[in-house]
């Protein structure tokens, strides 16, 4: 029989996933390991890891890694692409890492025009910490620092990174897709296939940010947690292409 | 080798190309910005990186960046901006990234003021950022000695795979004095030493699970953290042959000064002067500040030695609590003290000398 899927090599067979059931690290993992294998570019990949969940992977992908300070990942990703401009030079980092305590390391990079990709996660929610209050919080949604519900009059509103960057001339690619359906998995994968091509040809700065979900910490089972992406987490933040130049 | 008239700062910065640094990031800060600003003209001409980054917090995560990458790369700042790279400074001895960085540094604590002073000493040799990383100190006297040390740090971060700190003060960063630049290193060789981290470096690897590379601060495992933490030891303790000191007019002295940086320079001018008017002045200068010469104090005859005097730049003194332990007990020990930015002065060193030896 034809063989017409293979689990990605880019994840290590001997190592079992640490992630809660319902998370989506692990597709988008899944998802960036398999475009790397398509485009021939594992053994120029360097991924630059943010710290919280987006870090736990670490462990389990194949090709070279190094964790950041927490927030620091696109200036680690300028060092390593600017003295390295072969490598193929990714970050993956949480909603706190990258629009909280990154945010002037995420806007300043971006406003360079740095020639690397960001694969930016965004569930709103501090994950490893344990569900504090994340820039990208929802209004209302209930977070261990929030506990009745974020408070536009105390904690602002949730934050639409792809929108900030969007004020920048330098960025070239800005997309936010997610991954709570079968075609908006595929239309990520899409969209890191064209933030790396992006990369190989010099185009500069490019940003996917994937609206994924927390079901341990939203509180809630892995199937309504699709639910509370598609009626609350979408609407505050719609899908599509923000920029392509 | 061609003698040059050049201001420390720039020095600084032309021996780290010489020595083959290839990146450099780093914030504005006074009394620095000319180490910021060479890089800035001289990396392009020899196909370098220069990166003025958002912050010090970005500057010392670009330069973990690009030595991760394998390149010799460097950042520096004064006191205050010191403070805000240790986060990055911590990451680099966690996962063993060889790179360099120098303070220039100036009064403090706070935003302190922006002349020369010897403030930072313990946070430079005990603890530069979290977690009980060690790291070599020098501590230069003058242009020259901030050049040699500059050049030869990116060999000892490279032979130990951590973070080596240059911590010179205001003075010696904006003095321009001559000075003989080292060998400029050439493009053969900077390969080769960019070639030899490849093993480990982030420049991407054939799909292999065992031999990616794996730029790790920290560990998920007690047991790995521990073992991480062991080898650093053992590393730290093999410094201990690497100690670099000047010991000046010790053999018979009767007043020992002790003293480091433009402090020592000053203190050394001191004791020729003293000499004269029949003192036995001698001077013991620390030129690594980590490891610390503790051999040279068990070296003095305590049976001719009325007493030691701490010179530094610094109030409180903090220099003096590594002179403590190195003498023991076996004599006085006397401070002469200055700070805020204030100059140490020759004559306030040679009045506390007559002051001891009356």
Request: net charge negative; proline share 5%.
């Amino acid at each position: 029989m034809e063989q017409i899927y293979a689990r990605t090599k880019t994840i290590q067979e001997d190592k079992v996933s640490g992630f809660c059931p319902g998370c989506m690290h692990g597709t988008v993992m899944k998802l960036i390991g398999e475009v790397l294998e398509e485009m021939d570019l594992v053994d120029k990949a360097v991924c630059t890891l943010g710290i919280g969940c987006c870090g736990l992977q670490m462990d389990y992908i194949a090709y070279d890694n190094i964790t950041s300070p927490h927030g620091r990942a696109c200036a680690v990703a300028t060092g390593i692409k600017r003295s390295n401009p072969d490598s193929l030079v990714f970050t993956y980092q949480g909603d706190g890492d990258f629009a909280s305590i990154g945010l002037a390391e995420s806007v300043s990079a971006a406003n360079r025009g740095e020639n690397i990709s960001v694969i930016f996660i965004n569930n709103g929610i501090y994950g490893m910490t344990g569900g504090q209050m994340a820039p990208t919080t929802l209004v209302g949604m209930k977070a261990s620092t929030a506990p009745n519900g974020r408070d536009p009059k105390e904690h602002g509103y949730p934050m639409h990174m792809c929108e900030v960057l969007n004020e920048l001339t330098a960025p070239v690619y800005l997309e936010r897709t997610s991954c709570n359906t079968p075609g908006n998995v595929v239309k990520t994968k899409k969209a890191i296939r064209k933030a790396f091509q992006n990369q190989l040809d010099g185009k500069g700065f490019s940003m996917v940010e994937v609206v994924t979900s927390c079901p341990t910490n939203w509180g809630m089972d892995a199937l309504k947690a699709l639910d509370y992406i598609e009626e609350n987490m979408l609407p505050e933040f719609p899908l599509g292409v923000i920029r392509d130049r | 080798m061609s003698r040059v008239f050049m201001k420390g700062c720039e020095a600084i910065a032309e021996a780290a190309v010489r020595a083959g640094c290839r990146f450099f990031a780093g914030y504005p800060i006074t009394p620095q910005n000319e180490i910021p600003e060479y890089f800035a003209r001289r990396m392009p001409e020899v196909s370098g990186t220069f990166v003025q980054g958002e912050s010090e917090v970005a500057s010392i995560s670009m330069v973990y960046g690009a030595a991760s990458a394998g390149t010799r790369a460097m950042t520096s700042s004064s006191s205050p901006g010191i403070a805000l790279k240790s986060e990055g400074i911590s990451y680099c001895a966690a996962a063993r990234i060889p790179m360099v960085y120098s303070n220039i540094s100036r009064g403090g604590p706070g935003v302190g003021s922006i002349q020369p002073a010897q403030m930072d000493y313990l946070q430079a040799t005990k603890a530069s950022g979290n977690g009980g990383f060690e790291m070599m100190v020098f501590a230069p006297a003058s242009v020259q000695e901030a050049v040699d040390m500059t050049y030869k740090a990116f060999d000892y971060a490279d032979r130990d795979r951590n973070p080596v700190l240059i911590l010179a003060d205001g003075v010696i960063g904006t003095m321009m004095e001559p000075v003989v630049l080292p060998e400029m290193k050439t493009e053969e060789e900077i390969n080769e030493i960019k070639n030899a981290k490849k093993v480990w470096s982030c420049t991407g690897h054939k799909l292999d699970y065992k031999n990616r590379a794996w730029i790790e601060p920290g560990h998920w495992l007690t047991s790995d953290m521990q073992r991480a933490n062991e080898e650093a030891e053992k590393l730290y303790e093999s410094w201990k042959a690497d100690v670099m000191v000047e010991e000046y007019e010790t053999e018979d002295a009767e007043v020992v000064i002790t003293a480091y940086g433009i402090s020592a320079r000053i203190a050394k001018s001191a004791v020729n002067i003293l000499r004269k008017e029949g003192i036995k002045a001698g001077l013991i200068r620390p030129i690594t500040l980590h490891p610390f010469p503790y051999d040279s104090f068990d070296k003095l005859d305590y049976k001719k030695v009325k007493a030691v005097l701490d010179v530094e730049m610094s109030i409180p003194a903090q220099f003096v609590q590594d002179v403590e332990i190195a003498i023991k007990d076996r004599c006085p020990i006397h401070t002469c003290l200055c700070s805020g930015g204030n100059i140490m002065s020759r004559e306030s060193i040679i009045e506390a000398v007559r002051k001891i030896y009356s």
